[in-house]
């Protein structure tokens, strides 16, 4: 049997969320955290108009809602995907980086060029 799609039932805003701290931690000047295959993520980026940069990536400041959301964070801590300093930071843990959101895609707009 397939593994389950979601298995944490996350919400959507949670998914765009945790999808975004994703690619935070993927950056070069991401920090690694005290516990294995963590990243301290600081310096969240504010949005310009309608949309902020992400690396290489274009976002819809529509879809980063959660990264000013406590309870969005709140959320993502319990189940154990992050540790939030909010709205500091927050600790990407191993769990959060492999968690498979399958909205990255969708969330993350890169240019074909």
Same mark, same amino acid.
């Given at each position: 049997?397939?593994?389950?799609?979601?298995?944490?039932? /996350?919400?959507? &805003? !949670? &998914?765009? @969320?945790? @999808?975004?701290? !994703?690619?935070? %931690?993927? &950056?070069?000047?991401?920090?690694? +955290?005290?516990?294995? +295959?963590? #990243?301290?993520? @600081? =310096?969240?980026?504010?949005? *310009?108009?309608? *949309?902020? *940069?992400? =690396?290489?990536?274009?976002? %819809? %400041?529509?879809?980063?809602?959660?990264?000013?959301?406590? $309870?969005?964070?709140?959320?993502?801590?319990?189940? +154990?995907? #992050?540790?939030? !300093?909010?709205? !500091?930071? $927050?600790?990407? &843990? $191993? %769990? =959060?980086?492999?968690?498979? @959101? +399958? /909205?990255?895609?969708?969330?993350? *707009?890169?240019?074909?060029?």
């Amino acid at each position: 049997m397939p593994p389950k799609r979601n298995p944490l039932n /996350l919400n959507p &805003l !949670q &998914l765009k @969320t945790l @999808t975004l701290l !994703q690619a935070l %931690a993927d &950056l070069p000047d991401a920090k690694p +955290g005290e516990a294995e +295959g963590s #990243v301290v993520l @600081t =310096g969240l980026p504010d949005p *310009h108009g309608d *949309h902020f *940069h992400l =690396g290489d990536a274009i976002v %819809a %400041a529509k879809d980063a809602t959660g990264l000013r959301n406590p $309870a969005v964070w709140a959320a993502l801590e319990r189940k +154990g995907l #992050v540790k939030t !300093q909010f709205p !500091q930071s $927050a600790t990407l &843990l $191993a %769990a =959060g980086r492999d968690y498979e @959101t +399958g /909205l990255k895609d969708s969330v993350l *707009h890169r240019s074909s060029h």
